[in-house]
């Protein structure tokens, strides 16, 4: 039996984070598909480029001063930013589920079954059709036009990949348009990044107040690949988040699908539990198990029968053990450490969706 350290790459860490989508079947792909670890490693790598684009990299992390530039005091980016979300194993997953409850909570504070007004959380007339611009750490609005009437349009610029703020002098690369689409039971916003005569993310928010869910749906896309996303999250109570996250990769005939569910994820005594597969030529890869602070297991089976078991110990480094003995190449390894990192992408990938809509869809106090 052979064991290995997990380590996680920056591809993996870039998914964005990844984010994310329920979709159509694969071809040829299911459980009698034999895995294949160099060619699950490739497709996963293929995914990572769709979110690996310059134009992503720009919207990603500018998109953070939005509701700063509408609300003059952003209520959730500048405490999100110190958070250690991108580390691995259970530390990073636990952050990034603590930074997704943060806007969850503030979007659906109003809670189910209580009033709501199309008006509240809107974008108000005031700023409808403004175009904005960056300027000396922020953004300002402009005289330029082209912004949508019932939104507002935030330019994009290249960043740098250190500080991930714009480069000196600026280098403007694109737009985001946000279009406030609220009904009278739910408030919803479409968002839009376009470069040249490219749309790299298309995609809708909605939040249903009544059911206490929130919706993203649409596409991300580097300009030849596209990924189609569908992601449900719902609040409890309780406190407990629940991610529902698909990706669908057309071109490449590959499907991943996790849930995702946290409770008293800020306690020592919260966990996280995860049921992950991902399916497509190369073979059918399921994960599940939970965590703690402290720890735990995910069971890896691939082509219907148990291949390998994954724990993590607290902030450390993942392991990776072959089942009943069995060895686990290096391929095996490098497949699955790629799949395991899907795990925390998902709920960055959700908060990285939701981070340019805030400021339209959070309900008036």
């Known amino acids: 039996m052979t064991m290995r350290v997990l380590q996680f790459s920056k591809r993996s860490v870039t998914l964005l984070a990844a984010v994310c ?16 670890p160099a060619g699950t490693s490739a497709d996963i790598e293929a995914v990572n480029d769709v979110f690996g684009s310059a134009t992503f990299a720009s919207f990603s992390s500018l998109s953070v001063l939005f509701d700063a530039a509408y609300t003059g005091s952003p209520l959730v980016s500048a405490s999100a930013r110190a958070m250690d979300i991108r580390a691995g194993g259970t530390a990073g997953m636990r952050a990034a589920a603590m930074r ?7 979007l659906l504070r109003a809670g189910p079954h209580k009033s709501f007004s199309a008006s509240s959380g809107a974008i108000p007339p005031e700023i409808a059709g403004k175009t904005y611009e960056y300027s000396g750490g922020s953004y300002v609005p402009t005289d330029r036009t082209g912004a949508p009437a019932t ?3 935030f330019l994009l610029y290249a960043v740098d990949p250190v500080t991930f703020m714009p480069v000196e002098p600026l280098v403007e690369t694109g737009y985001v348009d946000i279009t406030d689409l609220s009904g009278s039971n739910t408030r919803s916003a479409r968002v839009q990044v376009v470069s040249g005569s490219t749309t790299y993310l298309d995609y809708t928010v909605t939040v249903n107040s009544l059911t206490g869910v929130i919706a993203v749906t649409g ?7 596209r990924a189609n996303l569908n992601l449900r999250t719902t609040l409890s109570s309780s406190g407990a988040l629940t991610l529902v996250y698909s990706l669908d990769v057309p071109q490449r005939d590959v499907s991943i699908d996790l849930t995702l569910t946290a409770s008293g994820f800020d306690t020592e005594s919260g966990t996280i539990s995860l049921n992950l597969s991902m399916s497509g030529p190369n073979g059918t890869v399921s994960m599940t198990g939970q965590f703690t602070a402290n720890g735990g297991t995910l ?3 691939t082509g219907g029968r148990d291949f390998a078991t994954i724990t993590v ?11 009943d003995g069995l060895p686990i190449t290096e391929e095996d390894s490098a497949a699955l450490e790629s799949i395991f990192g899907l795990t925390t ?11 340019p809509v805030v400021f339209v869809l959070e309900p008036a106090a």
């Open 219 to 225: 596409f991300v896309s580097d300009g030849a690949n």
């Open 151 to 153: 939104g507002v349009r």
């Open 313 to 323: 110990t607290g902030a450390g480094a993942p392991v990776i053990t072959g089942a």
């Open 299 to 301: 069971t890896v089976r």
């Open 21 to 36: 989508l329920g979709l159509s079947g694969c071809g040829d792909s299911g459980p009698d598909v034999p895995f294949n």
């Open 100 to 106: 997704s409850a943060l806007r969850l909570a503030a």
């Open 345 to 355: 992408e998902a709920f960055l990938s959700f908060d990285g969706m939701l981070a």
